[in-house]
């Protein structure tokens, strides 16, 4: 649509920005998948927004909308739609009065008087909005308050120097192209005081994986496994969320412990099994298992007879690669023993283990 009626396409745009969290809020999003197509798809559809022909009363209410779409984004989902806020308003004019909006909030929350836990969301709007203002004086200063000395907001100095030397156009090409990421300057060294206040404020949202992800990038100085430990202690009954983690650490052992330690994704399980079943077929057969359990015990959101297929078919494939194919299929019936015989589960599992038995 951009490339036949660039308005209509700037209007639908915004209005599936705005449709994005409130779709996703009851998905789970442990693996990650989630989140990186969300922001996959923001960084598609800003330049269409921004780009849009459309006069300033126009521009005036999708900005409305898209800013209560990022206060309505409890999960969140779209909050990196800020980091783009100068770029949306299309307009230096615009940027600016945005800016006059959020200012004395960032003073307040991230200056010498905010409190540890404060949070604005429109923090990085706030400095996105005076980038594309100019109004570099006042994004210096910000970024000097006691509470922005973190990389996401100390990297708008790299791109304030580029917009200085090259103009604002520059910052807004590397948006498009995701040119200039190696200009970033080094994150001051975080202490364990940082680390610290970190953890006791922690609030996860969105993919857990990314937030680990998000917190190694951020504490480079404490070991990727200690990060982990402190996380998931953070998140009592929830443990199972770090599953994606601790696999992507390599550290199979503690994801397996994860999987059983609370009610886990019976679809993240079985797309692990389905992928280390040729890589580590021991874990992928472990996790099958772990996927097959939390099935019979009823969780999983919208659970097909496909998904129940295709978890007891990942699972006997790696079975079958380290010659467990009995020992499986002994679990599978045992847990099935407790289970309401005219559920779905129990006569899907049923049937595959008659068809297994032949």
Known sequence: MSRTDAAQAGEGAVILLERLSPALTN???????????????????????????????????????????QVDDDIPYIENLADHWGQLCGSKDKASA?????????????????????????????????????RYDELFELLDLKRMNVSFYQDYRVKAAIAQEMGIAAIELSNKRGAGKSAKQPAQPATE????????????????????????????GVAPEKILDDLIATTPGAESKWFAAAKELKDFELAMRLAYKSPCDPRTLTRAARDY????????????????????????????PSDIRIAFYETMQAAKIVGQEA????????ELEHKNKNSTVYQVLMQELRYTAL
């Open 193 to 220: 005081a940082d680390y610290n206040d970190f953890l006791s404020r922690t609030e996860i949202s969105g993919s857990y994986l990314n937030f680990y992800k998000s917190a190694v990038k951020k504490f480079p």
């Open 98 to 134: 945005w800016a006059d909006e959020f200012i004395d909030t960032v003073r307040r929350v991230y200056g010498h008087a905010g409190l540890p836990g404060d949070y604005f969301k429109g923090a990085s709007a706030c400095l996105s909005a005076l980038l594309k203002a100019e």
């Open 327 to 334: 020992q499986a299929v002994q679990i599978i019936r045992k």
């Open 277 to 304: 079943k040729l890589i580590n077929p021991v874990f992928a057969a472990e996790v099958g298992i772990a996927a097959v359990y939390w099935l019979i015990k009823g969780h999983g959101l919208d659970i097909t």
């Open 27 to 69: 998905i789970d999003s442990s693996s990650g998948a989630i989140g990186t197509a969300v922001n996959n798809a923001i960084e598609k559809l800003v330049p269409i927004i921004a780009d849009a022909p459309v006069d300033s009363a126009t521009r005036d209410k999708w900005l409305d909308r898209l800013w209560q779409a």
